[in-house]
């Protein structure tokens, strides 16, 4: 893989991702909007694996921000061998919620990973190997808000993009986890204890099976046994049943690890 690109990386599944692949001696560029964070985390990467850690700040709702992480990623110098889209954004209700908040979530989950996967792909297939893994979640297959809708758009633009990087050397995958425990749901006022234990999964756990199926080639990544068949009877499921399972709970009792967390949460 060489260098990681990862965004949302000072926190969650991110900052996991950033120490499983320095560890295993990649080098890494941290995408965050917290430079002081990314700083720390910089440090404490080159001196535990002793490779080297880019810095790089951005706040992907911003679009010239979007923007000097992809002239990044077109870098030929040092190349970047895998992009993981890894950043989201705490959201509510839609109805009577902040539609800017709905707007920036859009920004950071949809519109960035596009513009970075073109980047990335464009530049990987040059060389002719590579690897995007885009995080997706199970809530894909609901009907949580625009949340859910985003993440549907994230598992099916990669699938499409796989499709259409095969026979390149470039592969990408889609990784669709269930709820994980990681700072962003304390960040986000999320009740613990509303939840049953077995709902949850190790961040450890989940990046290593992601990163074991982007090694395969896998296109849809969905780590632990009983989500991938909670996914698979959510997928066979009647739309409508789907639609009322999905109106019994609030959209964020269904929200993954994310790097961006709206001021309110």
């Given at each position: 893989?060489?260098?990681?690109?990862?965004?949302?990386?000072?926190?969650?599944?991110?900052?996991?991702?950033?120490?499983?692949?320095?560890?295993?001696?990649?080098?890494?560029?941290?995408?965050?909007?917290?430079?002081?964070?990314?700083?720390?985390?910089?440090?404490?990467?080159?001196?535990a694996a002793g490779v080297r850690a880019e810095v790089l700040p951005a706040d992907l709702s911003v679009r010239a921000d979007v923007e000097r992480v992809a002239d990044r990623l077109r870098e030929g110098e040092r190349p970047v061998g895998l992009l993981v889209n890894n950043a989201g954004h705490g959201i509510g209700r839609f109805v009577?919620?902040?539609?800017?908040?709905?707007?920036?979530?859009?920004?950071?989950?949809?519109?960035?990973?596009?513009?970075?996967?073109?980047?990335?792909?464009?530049?990987?297939?040059?060389?002719?190997?590579?690897?995007?893994?885009?995080?997706?979640?199970?809530?894909?297959?609901?009907?949580?808000?625009?949340?859910?809708?985003?993440?549907?758009?994230?598992?099916?633009?990669?699938?499409?993009?796989?499709?259409?990087?095969?026979?390149?050397?470039?592969?990408?995958?889609?990784?669709?986890?269930?709820?994980?425990?990681?700072?962003?749901?304390?960040?986000?006022?999320?009740?613990?204890?509303?939840?049953?234990?077995?709902?949850?999964?190790?961040?450890?756990?989940?990046?290593?099976?992601?990163?074991?199926?982007?090694?395969?080639?896998?296109?849809?990544?969905?780590?632990?046994?009983?989500?991938?068949?909670?996914?698979?009877?959510?997928?066979?499921?009647?739309?409508?049943?789907?639609?009322?399972?999905?109106?019994?709970?609030?959209?964020?009792?269904?929200?993954?690890?994310?790097?961006?967390?709206?001021?309110?949460?």
């Amino acid at each position: 893989m060489g260098t990681a690109l990862i965004t949302g990386a000072s926190a969650g599944l991110g900052l996991e991702f950033a120490w499983q692949l320095a560890t295993a001696r990649h080098d890494v560029v941290l995408v965050a909007r917290d430079e002081q964070r990314l700083q720390r985390l910089a440090g404490q990467l080159n001196a535990a694996a002793g490779v080297r850690a880019e810095v790089l700040p951005a706040d992907l709702s911003v679009r010239a921000d979007v923007e000097r992480v992809a002239d990044r990623l077109r870098e030929g110098e040092r190349p970047v061998g895998l992009l993981v889209n890894n950043a989201g954004h705490g959201i509510g209700r839609f109805v009577q919620g902040d539609l800017a908040a709905h707007e920036t979530a859009l920004d950071v989950m949809v519109r960035a990973v596009m513009v970075l996967s073109h980047a990335a792909a464009g530049a990987m297939v040059e060389r002719g190997r590579g690897a995007i893994l885009n995080v997706s979640s199970v809530a894909a297959l609901t009907a949580g808000g625009t949340y859910s809708a985003a993440k549907a758009w994230v598992r099916v633009f990669t699938e499409a993009l796989a499709v259409e990087l095969k026979g390149t050397g470039v592969t990408a995958t889609a990784l669709c986890p269930g709820l994980v425990h990681t700072e962003f749901h304390e960040r986000a006022g999320l009740d613990y204890d509303a939840l049953p234990e077995l709902a949850w999964l190790n961040a450890e756990q989940v990046v290593a099976a992601a990163l074991a199926d982007v090694r395969r080639g896998s296109v849809i990544s969905t780590p632990s046994l009983r989500y991938a068949i909670a996914s698979e009877v959510v997928r066979l499921l009647p739309r409508a049943a789907v639609r009322a399972l999905s109106g019994e709970r609030r959209l964020r009792d269904v929200e993954v690890d994310a790097d961006e967390v709206p001021a309110d949460a």
